[in-house]
């Protein structure tokens, strides 16, 4: 028994550092990374369930590592975080789903609204609204399109600051959401503080309908509560069709999952966008 626990020992540690060596190198190449512009976003679309119709798209990012391949960002953004370099990439990412509405628009796409993730550290960023402000001027965008995805985490860290912030979004003209709803810790009394539009149901609670009850009463309430609140609510990680009768069930408005669409590249997008939006 002493030689297979030295053993598992043995391969824990060497798991350990090979954990370690990644986390390094992800986390030097970072850095290097974001100079060479060595990231991607994806899109995934957004599904009006009343007519199937796409209504949005939600950008995702891809860090095209040469010779590690496509890394997705639950492997770099904590690095991210951790580094402080999630502030010129968070930029990057405003940047870039902005030039790609503005694309999107030139190429006569009807008009669909586009959702970037915000960090927490970015969100605390001071020159945030300003930053935004100046990438909407630089494209063009109309600001009723772009849409910020934020969390329940992000919002309880300072009231006063946030909801001034958010405030300063919404005077801009943007369209804020509370991703991974039902996660954190707020409830919707405490919501109504924000001035928020919509809120993302989270995967965790939509993977089981149909099956886990549980998971069906607090979708249920979700869905009755954001209306009455006049929240537009989507469900994300939606992955089959009974889950989409539990939601049909309780007019939730829109959905995210793989058994409409996978996130995709800028091209497979455009494929997409001229099979399901040009008719
Ligand atoms: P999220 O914002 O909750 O994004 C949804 C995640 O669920 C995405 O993973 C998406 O690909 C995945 N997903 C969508 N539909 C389905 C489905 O039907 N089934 C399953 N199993 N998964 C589905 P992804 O792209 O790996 O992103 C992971 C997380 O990384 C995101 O979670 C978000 O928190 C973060 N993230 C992604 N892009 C950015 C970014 O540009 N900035 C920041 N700060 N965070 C980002
Ligand atoms: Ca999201
Ligand atoms: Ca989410
Ligand atoms: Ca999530």
Redo the contacts with the bound molecule.
């Keep these: 028994a002493k030689s297979i626990s030295h053993n598992s020992y043995f391969i824990y540690e060497e798991a350990m550092a090979d954990t370690i060596r990644a986390h390094l190198t992800l986390g030097g190449g970072l850095r290097k990374a974001i100079e060479e512009e060595q990231f991607e976003?994806?899109y995934?679309p957004k599904i009006r369930l009343s007519d199937k119709a796409t209504v949005g798209a939600?950008?995702?990012?891809?860090w095209m590592h040469p010779e590690l391949g496509m890394i997705?960002?639950?492997q770099f953004?904590p690095l991210?975080?951790e580094s402080g370099l999630?502030l010129p990439?968070?930029e990057w990412?405003i940047r870039r789903a902005c030039y790609q509405l503005k694309e999107w628009r030139e190429q006569g796409y009807p008009a669909i609204s586009l959702s970037?993730?915000?960090?927490g550290r970015?969100f605390m960023q001071s020159d945030l609204v300003e930053m935004v402000s100046q990438v909407l001027a630089e494209t063009g965008v109309d600001p009723r399109y772009l849409e910020l995805?934020l969390?329940e985490s992000m919002l309880m860290a300072d009231a006063q600051q946030t909801i001034e912030k958010l405030h300063a979004f919404r005077a801009l003209g943007l369209t804020l959401s509370i991703?991974?709803f039902g996660t954190g810790y707020s409830s919707l009394a405490y919501l109504k503080k924000f001035p928020i539009q919509t809120l993302?149901i989270?995967?965790s609670f939509?993977?089981d309908l149909g099956v886990d009850s549980d998971d069906e009463a607090i979708v249920k309430a979700t869905i009755a509560m954001a209306n009455s609140l006049n929240l537009k609510v989507i469900a994300?990680?939606?992955?089959n069709h009974s889950q989409i009768e539990v939601l049909n069930g309780y007019h939730c408005e829109e959905v995210?999952?793989?058994?409409f669409a996978?996130?995709m590249s800028h091209d497979d997008f455009s494929v997409y966008m001229n099979s399901h939006l040009m008719g």
Aim: charged share 30%; aromatic share 4%.
């Design positions: 976003l994806f995934q939600e950008a995702l990012i891809r997705s960002p639950d953004i991210a975080e999630i990439l968070g990412v970037v993730n915000l960090s970015q995805e969390t991703d991974d993302k989270d995967r939509v993977n994300e990680g939606v992955e995210q999952g793989y058994l996978r996130p």
